[in-house]
């Protein structure tokens, strides 16, 4: 049985080496914070971070992550997460909230490697994250104030 | 809008829950205080309370714990839109909790207490951004009775008169210094009589309320994955199913072989239901590896087989005929077109639209072994619901519970008249002989495929001004489907006109002093459905962007030329001159840049937009937005801010680059985001939003956002370009 580490905690998962690292979270492991939105890589609801890397979820697969760390939305932690969380709620970002757990991975990914983005950097960092309630402009607002409060 | 539907809604009209008995049997297990949920006095722990006599509209909205926390019983359905802290603002103003001890979740059941007053009461559900509205006075009655019943029982208890007794951030407090927290009172307040007579405060005492400080009090779990969707719910034994379904809209099973995909590892079962082919596993990817190994033959007879080109091209050939029926007839129109100097013509052409909500749709359906059936799902219409499960599943509606959940989105998509993705769930339980309880989760190709789309319809308009350059006439006829025809809402249809198809057209701010607006309705196998803002998503671009071409055409400047003609409301001028004055309307801009506004009411909620737009090498860019609205008396500034962002994101990304089509074998093109593409980060614009401030009654703004965002870019293109973009989205308009 493959061995996935997540959040710092191994775990044996029945399941085959295709199973898609995403439904091997949700269903196996049971962290249920990263989210399903088209299981085709092109929406970010799924992203976690493979080494500190963001990755989706949904196309990596569970037989290609032998001594690779996962890290999920429950296991982000540190002042660049918890600065973006409080920043995401002090500017009220979320509205529905189903794909902020991949634009907070996403954001925590661009801030650790970024501190100080550009808009441009934003862009190319998040744009494949997509939010139908479109926060987008809240979450531009909210990447850069999380860098100034990161700064201070 | 959805008013007076309601003599349709027989079934979901007679439902009677059995959510009520649900929530006082655990409320009195957990020793709480509901504000009398079932009526007349309080209901404690224990159930010392007298028999329920009629319900009166304040007894079931919250209940306080013996923990002090206070649950507010929302009767609004919040997909993302802020509802849930909409209703939580509107009680905590009166009740005086402070907001750490405030959660809120979905009710259902009497619809004296829970039916949409916007619609006429007799039904529950969420819809034409009606929420507050419905909500307004109800739920700061509610909060004012726990308050006067908390504050009565401290005054008991201490032996002082309750009106020395103030409440703030959820303490009781008497100049004496005595204080106590609401949980110690619950269950004394409990047993006392609920107030026939609650005042309410005066507007100029509001703190929460208006209150541009407030933020919402459910965003911290949705950073942390920790907010609960329908997709995470998970039950001892729950099995997941995922759907094929029929590759056209009609169509049905005719066979199926499912052998190949029963013999993989964790599929339990292979099913047909009347909806599709069900593929149920331990686990989504169990049913999902297995899917393709299954093979289906469809009977097609009933099978709607044109193509979207082909179903646009006759509604272009219809468009020219006389209108099936009539919305507005102001003067004689036709007259004076015929008499006209000059006059203006346009077709318009708008697409299918997916809702597209990023949680593909999904529904958790459990059998109990006393019969009755349980379901989690994005009840939208919940009595609605209610009778169709029961129907399905052959038991009383009062069988059936509902467990409201937050959904990931829905624009509309949560809110269908069959049920749709929650009777699938009862029907797939139902084929697997209720054996476990079932999640049915839709990928994003059985969401984008699964029809239920914003329909198309084309639009002809044609202006026409006399000698003295006067706009003398307008004649506007909208072909397209009803979205209500055929369903327990077709009581909007008035004298052949769905008011869905034709409203923002035929309620034309604008003076003309002849003017026709016309309906033909068509009947097309594509199943529709109400997209955020619904009749707006099109009539208002018709409009807005046609007067833009007929102020063109008169040499007349854009913003004049409406103000001038909207003298009788001012509402509209308002919100018009905010936007174009904080937008710098009439200054010089950047070079390449153009400005192009709009202006719009949708459920009664005013909206204008002045964009800022580039376009090179036929591509268009939106660098800047302003945005005015008056909703009249404003609960969450900072909410409506939220939601006009959003409405204008959302409209922005359908002009610019959505289309669902339908190819010529009548099999939708699209599956997924590659293919289907709203708008993304590097799209939206630089945004600001102004509130007109107001004492008006408040109306919605879930959906009001939407409409004036694509006229107002068509009308900065056009100053770009000298084109008016009449064929949505725009990637294909400034082609053609």
Redesign the interface.
């Known amino acids: 049985m493959p061995k996935l580490n997540i959040n710092g905690v191994d775990h044996q998962v029945d399941a085959p080496d295709d199973m898609p690292l995403l439904w091997a979270i949700r269903d196996l492991v049971g962290l249920t914070g990263t989210k399903f939105g088209c299981g085709q890589a092109l929406c970010g609801a799924c992203t976690v971070h493979l080494d500190g890397q963001p990755a989706r979820s949904c196309q990596t697969f569970v037989g290609d992550l032998k001594g690779v760390k996962v890290t999920t939305i429950e296991g982000a932690q540190g002042k660049v997460a918890e600065t973006i969380r409080q920043v995401w709620t002090d500017m009220d970002v979320p509205q529905c909230g189903y794909c902020q757990s991949g634009q907070v991975m996403a954001a925590v990914a661009l801030l650790a490697e970024t501190p100080k983005p550009t808009d441009d950097d934003i862009d190319a960092a998040l744009d494949g994250n997509l939010c139908r309630c479109a926060t987008y402009h809240r979450i531009r607002a909210g990447i850069h104030e999380a860098a100034r409060r990161l700064e201070a | 809008m959805l008013p007076k539907i309601i003599d349709h809604l027989a079934p979901a009209a007679s439902v009677k829950t059995s959510r009520r008995a649900f929530l006082v049997a655990s409320a009195a297990a957990a020793g709480a205080f509901v504000i009398g949920f079932g009526a007349g006095p309080a209901r404690a722990a224990g159930g010392a309370a007298a028999a329920p006599a009629q319900p009166v509209p304040f007894d079931a909205y919250l209940k306080i714990g013996a923990d002090g926390k206070v649950t507010i019983l929302s009767s609004q359905f919040d997909?993302?839109?802020?509802s849930y802290h909409g209703l939580a603002t509107l009680v905590n103003e009166e009740l005086g909790a402070s907001w750490d001890q405030i959660a809120v979740e979905g009710a259902t059941g009497d619809l004296k207490l829970y039916g949409n007053i916007v619609w006429g009461g007799a039904v529950q559900g969420t819809g034409g951004s009606s929420s507050i509205t419905t909500s307004f006075d109800r739920y700061r009655k509610a909060g004012a009775a726990a308050r006067m019943m908390l504050a009565a029982a401290a005054a008991k208890d201490w032996g002082v008169p309750a009106a020395e007794i103030s409440v703030t951030d959820g303490r009781l407090m008497h100049p004496s210094g005595k204080s106590a927290g609401f949980g110690g009172m619950a269950a004394k307040a409990a047993l006392l009589p609920v107030p026939k007579d609650v005042p309410l405060k005066d507007p100029k005492d509001w703190t929460q309320i208006g209150n541009a400080k407030l933020?919402?009090y459910?965003?911290?779990?949705?950073?942390?994955?920790?907010?609960?969707?329908t997709?995470?719910v998970?039950l001892p034994g729950m099995l997941?199913a995922v759907m094929i379904h029929p590759p056209r809209f009609g169509g049905t099973v005719k066979s199926f072989d499912g052998s190949k995909a029963k013999a993989m590892?964790g599929v339990v079962d292979v099913v047909a239901t009347p909806r599709g082919v069900a593929v149920v596993g331990e686990?989504?990817?169990a049913a999902?590896?297995a899917r393709d190994a299954v093979r289906v033959t469809w009977d097609e007879t009933k099978a709607e087989t044109r193509g979207s080109a082909a179903i646009l091209a006759e509604y272009e050939k219809r468009a020219a005929d006389k209108p099936q029926a009539t919305a507005r007839n102001d003067g004689d129109a036709a007259k004076a077109m015929a008499g006209a100097a000059k006059t203006v013509e346009a077709i318009f052409r708008f697409p299918y639209l997916a809702h597209?909500?990023?949680?593909?749709l999904n529904a958790v359906a459990r059998m109990n072994g006393d019969g009755t059936l349980e379901l989690w799902a994005g009840h939208q219409l919940p009595g609605l619901y209610q009778a169709i499960a029961a129907g399905i599943a052959g038991i009383k509606p009062e069988q059936v519970a509902l467990h409201i959940m937050?959904?990931?989105?829905?624009?509309g998509r949560r809110g269908t008249p069959d049920g749709d993705i929650v009777a699938e769930a009862v029907m797939v339980a139902k084929a697997i002989g209720y054996k476990a309880p079932v999640k049915v989760?839709w990928?994003?190709e059985n969401d984008m495929r699964g029809g239920r789309y914003r329909p198309a319809y084309v639009h002809r308009l044609k202006a026409g001004f006399d000698a003295a350059g006067k706009l003398v006439a307008w004649d506007h006829h909208i072909v397209g489907q009803s979205i209500v025809a055929g369903t327990p809402f077709q009581g909007l249809i008035q004298n052949g006109i769905d008011q869905t198809s034709v409203e923002g057209a035929s309620n034309l701010p604008y003076a003309v002093p002849n003017l026709h607006v016309g309906l033909t309705s068509t009947e097309v196998g594509v199943p529709p459905l109400w997209w955020r803002a619904v009749g707006s998503t099109h009539t208002a671009y018709a409009t807005e962007v046609f007067l833009d071409q007929v102020a063109a055409s008169a040499g007349a400047d854009p913003l004049a030329f409406r103000l001038a003609l909207l003298e009788h409301h001012p509402r509209h001028a308002a919100v018009l001159k905010l936007a174009a004055e904080k937008a710098g309307w009439g200054k010089p801009l950047a070079k390449g840049r153009f400005l192009g506004l709009a202006v719009h009411e949708s459920f009664h909620t005013f909206v204008a937009h002045v964009a800022e737009v580039s376009v090179s090498g036929g591509e268009v860019k939106v660098h800047r937005v302003v945005a005015a609205v008056d909703c009249g008396t404003v609960v969450n500034p900072?909410?409506v801010k939220?939601?006009i962002?959003?409405?204008?994101?959302?409209g922005?990304?359908a002009i610019l680059a959505e289309e669902l089509t339908l190819g010529a074998d009548g099999m939708v093109e699209q599956g997924?985001?590659?293919s289907y593409t709203?708008?993304?980060?590097?799209a939206?614009p630089?945004?600001e939003v102004h509130i007109v401030a107001s004492d008006a009654p408040p109306t919605g703004v879930g959906e009001p956002g939407v409409p004036s965002i694509g006229p107002a870019v068509a009308s900065a293109v056009a100053r770009a370009t000298g084109k008016w973009i009449t064929t949505l989205p725009l990637t294909r308009g400034m082609q053609s």
């Open positions: 997909m993302g839109q802020g933020r919402r459910d965003s911290k779990a949705k950073t942390d994955g920790t907010h609960p969707f997709i995470d998970k997941t590892k686990h989504m990817w999902l590896a597209a909500a990023m949680e593909p937050k959904t990931g989105g829905g624009f989760q990928t994003r900072n909410v939220a939601q962002e959003g409405g204008t994101g959302f922005l990304g997924n985001y590659d709203p708008l993304r980060l590097s939206m630089d945004m």
